[in-house]
């Protein structure tokens, strides 16, 4: 099974960026197709972005043109580069293949206040 640990979150003003990371262990990482999801107040986890091994990627619609998904399979990492950053986008971010397994990370949270 793949471990992940996300980091990279915190407080951030709007319009502003982030970057995020996930660090993956296992030894089947580079077969999956990467996801990151996202889980705000009151809502359900959604994901926001995937990526293929070979690097073709698909955003949902809330996020599209302002966020970009990325991988390194040599370094078992995928990445999350966060820009033009809205109130809407506060949640808890996790990475995961997709379709999700069971096994999350602890997440990392995304605060967007002014």
């Known amino acids: 099974q793949v471990q992940l640990v996300e980091s990279g979150g915190g407080l951030v003003q709007p319009g502003g960026s982030l970057r995020l990371s996930c660090a993956a262990s296992?030894?089947?990482?580079?077969?999956?197709?990467m996801g990151w999801y996202r889980q705000g107040p009151g809502k359900q986890r959604e994901r926001v972005a995937l990526i293929t091994r070979s690097g073709l990627t698909n955003y949902a619609d809330s996020v599209k043109g302002r966020f970009t998904i990325s991988r390194d399979n040599s370094k078992n990492a995928v990445y999350l580069q966060m820009n033009s950053l809205k109130l809407e986008d506060t949640a808890a971010y996790y990475c995961?293949?997709?379709?999700?397994?069971?096994?999350w990370g602890q997440g990392t949270q995304v605060t967007i206040s002014s």
């Open positions: 995961n293949q997709v379709p999700p397994t069971n096994s």
């Open positions: 296992g030894r089947d990482f580079s077969l999956n197709i």
